[in-house]
Every structure is written in structure tokens, then in C-alpha cells.
């Protein structure tokens, strides 16, 4: 007796899986730049596509003030100027049906409204660090021991080595001393530093030297701590800045800054918005929506007293 075997389904494989009821979302970048931006008070709907910030320059200090009698004080000029900040409508949907939702096992709904609130944060957190990168000092390690300082907003040297104790120390001096720049909480300024460039200090033997009779524990937790009066905030995100710069992407991107260094103009809070129904309710979507825009206050100025943000980077 022979036997004949055939397939009780025409092609391929019919499988059937149990579902998992808890969906896992992708995970996303580290945004930090949202946190050092002062929205501008007094601006809103209704006001134009654009906003006048006024900024008040210093008044030069006379070498000499003694006045003898019957000579009239001299008369100084106030200098003022404006730095506009315009706004954009800004935004991104994503579309979905009804049929989904009735069929589907997951709640898409909520799982699309997840992924747009991460988009939406990660795209202000870009936007956001294009305006501290905006102004006119640029710093660029151009050695080991060596940070060059382009005052046009355009670096003009490559780097040749990662950021490390050596210019931390020659940007705060150049913080202080030279641009007059105002900390920005308390007696410290502020970093916000690519992975790349927080390695590039904690691989100093300057700093891991110094840390063995400071705090151990910072090694430990991967964290810098406060160094020459700055303090480090260290993001991931390589589309707000750059993990290789210069020659051979040697360079991690950072930005310094003290006190009122970024400004955004709000007209429209960003929020998530549903699709108003079309097709008899069959076509839905969710969008996120928004009217703002950032500047830097003093973006056209590297003159001391005003210019506040120095921007780690390479030609």
C-alpha cells in the first residue's frame, strides 16, 4: 500500500500567535535644551509673527570722573538695539482609520499619541539648539592644550582634539573675564555637552586625578560635577549636537552659557489635535500643532557684557 502526502494550505505557513497586551515603544533620545529657554513673557495670539526683545548695552566707564566747578557733567549716550524672534507654525500628524481601531487588538490611539508627544519633544529640543549654536563665539580645541576663539560666528579652525580640563578651564576664563558673562544660576554656568565631549573630560587625567581625593563617586555615576564653576548636563541626542566634529570626528559638541541665553516666543502652545471626521468617521489621525520660535538675545553681538553662549565647535 502507498502513500501520498499534500498540503492542507496552498502556500506558506499558517500560524496563529497570542498577542502580548502590553506594547513596547521604541525608546528616544535624551532632550535637555528645553530647560534653559526662558519663554518671552507678554507674547501671544494675535500679536504678530514675530516679537522685538529690547536690549539695553553697556555705557562706557570714563578713565577719569572728577568734575571742577563750573564744568557741566558729561552727558553718556544710551545704546539700545532689538533682537526679533519669529515664529512658525509647526507640526506633524499621524493618520489611522476606523476600521483599525475596531479590529485591532492594541489601543492605537493612545500608542500614537505616545509617539507624536516624543516627536514633538525631540523636534523643539533640535530647534531649540540650533538658536544656541547661532552666535558669534565660537571655541574650537585646536590641541591638547590649545582652544582658538572665533568672534564672526563662524569657526574657522579644525579641531584636533576632544574637550577636555584644559579648555573647560580656558572657555570659563574666557566666560569671565573677556565676555563679562553673567552665571547662570548662583556663581555657576551651565554645559550642555554631547556623550562624546563628557568623555573627552573624564578621560583627562586632570580630572580623574582630581577626582580621587574630591568625590570617587562621580566616576561611579558618570557624572562630571561641577568643574571650574560650570555645571555639565549631558545629552544623546546627535541631532541637536554632534558626536564628531573636527579632524577625524574627534570633537564632541557642546554649548556654555550663562544667565538669558535662548529666548522662544509662544503663540500657540504646542498640543495634540484630532482630526476634525472625514468619510462618514472612517478617516481619523492625530496631529501635534504649534506657533513659536527661538532666538538667542544677544545672537548678533560677541562684545563683552552681552554675548552669553560660547559654542564648542570645528570648521
Known amino acids: 500500500m502507498s502513500h501520498s502526502w499534500t498540503y492542507d494550505a496552498p502556500t506558506g505557513v499558517y500560524k496563529n500567535h497570542k498577542l502580548s497586551s502590553a506594547i513596547r515603544m521604541a525608546a528616544i533620545e535624551d532632550a535637555k535644551f528645553m530647560q534653559f529657554v ?85 523636534r523643539m529640543d533640535i530647534t531649540a539648539s540650533a538658536a544656541f549654536k547661532t552666535g558669534q563665539v565660537k571655541a574650537i580645541p585646536t590641541g591638547v592644550a590649545s582652544t582658538t576663539f572665533d568672534t564672526d560666528g563662524t569657526a574657522s579652525s579644525q579641531a ?9 578651564e580656558s572657555i570659563r576664563d574666557y566666560m569671565y573675564s573677556t565676555l563679562l558673562i553673567d552665571p547662570h544660576v548662583g556663581d555657576d554656568y551651565m554645559c550642555v555637552l554631547i556623550t562624546k565631549a563628557k568623555r ?67 503663540a500657540q502652545d504646542p498640543e495634540l489635535r484630532a482630526k476634525e471626521s472625514d468619510d462618514y468617521g472612517r478617516s481619523k489621525g492625530v496631529a501635534w500643532y504649534g506657533i513659536y520660535g527661538f532666538a538667542q538675545i544677544w545672537t548678533d553681538s560677541a562684545n563683552p557684557g552681552e554675548a552669553r553662549v560660547v559654542h564648542l565647535t570645528s570648521s
Open 200 to 266: 573627552g573630560i573624564m578621560r583627562d587625567p586632570q580630572w580623574q586625578d582630581w577626582q580621587k581625593y574630591t568625590d570617587p563617586s562621580k566616576k561611579f555615576n558618570s557624572e562630571i560635577g561641577r568643574l571650574e564653576n560650570i555645571r555639565f548636563v549631558e545629552t544623546n541626542h546627535t541631532s541637536a549636537l554632534s558626536n564628531s566634529l573636527g579632524a577625524s570626528s574627534v570633537l564632541g559638541e557642546a554649548v556654555f552659557f550663562g544667565a538669558d541665553p535662548v529666548c522662544m516666543a509662544m
Open 38 to 122: 526662558k519663554p518671552e513673557a507678554g507674547y501671544g495670539k494675535k500679536m504678530g509673527e514675530s516679537v522685538s526683545i529690547t536690549r539695553v548695552s553697556n555705557v562706557d566707564v570714563p578713565g577719569d570722573d572728577i568734575l571742577n566747578e563750573q564744568e557741566r557733567i558729561p552727558e553718556d549716550a544710551l545704546a539700545l538695539s532689538t533682537q526679533a524672534i519669529t515664529v512658525n507654525e509647526r507640526g506633524r500628524s499621524i493618520p489611522f482609520t476606523s476600521l483599525s481601531i475596531d479590529l485591532g487588538h492594541f489601543d492605537l490611539e493612545n500608542a500614537i499619541q505616545k509617539k507624536l508627544r516624543d516627536q514633538l519633544k525631540l
Open 160 to 168: 584636533t582634539s576632544n574637550l577636555n580640563v584644559y579648555h573647560v
